[in-house]
């Protein structure tokens, strides 16, 4: 079955934006995020955002479409040669917004859902992962229905002191498992968890096919009673993150 990905900017005290919806924090240029976005591309097709979020990243990566060296929505800058590429990207690749308001949509790429089960029988059809990219509320929602198997954060080096928590709907404690962490030169730092549930249902085989992960051929995870045991060296992973654009919004 395929993997539904959570992939969000934070700040270090877990918030996702400034009281007043200030997202400056997270837009700055970051070539070695954006080469860890394009790898994690290579692995996902739909792409899922919930009502709020949407239209900003509709009207966003559409003007860089239409006019890549005109001043951009929030940033009033021209497009850079990364925007332009994800821009390009994501007009030939499905997104999905999840709402029960939401009547239409510009980008000929979007359909509306209006229930997360929907999302639950997308799951369960072939094809490669899923990527959500918010905002909080989407995320969580489908977390409290247990649809999330994998978080990705990049924590920016930043502490906001306030403003719109990261997982601030969920209802219930959530026990993830440590898949991995990278240090950035930008001081950010992308950090991959797995929710326990999938993490130990996983399988050598499963984990194999994650474009993201590059596994030693003759060192493999082996099993103990119902749970994994890692006996794996892992010599590198590719990982991804949504583009330094829009952050995510509720």
Known sequence: MRKIIAALQTSVDGFIERPNGEL???MAEDEETWR???????SVDPRILGRVMYPLYEQYWMAVLS???????????????NEIKYARWADKTPHIVVSKTLDKVAWKTTRI?????EIRKLK???????????????VSSLMNAGLIDEVRLMVNPIILGGGKALFKD?????????VHAKPLKSAKVSLISALKEFAESDSPADVKQHKFLSIDENLWLKRKSSHWKSNVSLKRRE????????IPRN
Request: without cysteine.
């Open 24 to 26: 400056d924090w997270a």
């Open 36 to 42: 860890d976005v394009f790898g994690m591309l290579e």
């Open 67 to 81: 006019n890549p060296t005109g001043p951009l929505p929030l940033s009033g800058k021209p497009a850079t040669k």
């Open 113 to 117: 859902v209006r229930d997360i089960q």
């Open 124 to 138: 369960q059809q072939p094809g490669k992962d899923i990527h959500v990219l918010g905002g909080a509320t989407l």
């Open 170 to 178: 969920l209802k219930d404690r959530k026990s993830l498992q440590f």
């Open 239 to 246: 990982i991804g993150f949504m583009p330094p654009g829009p």
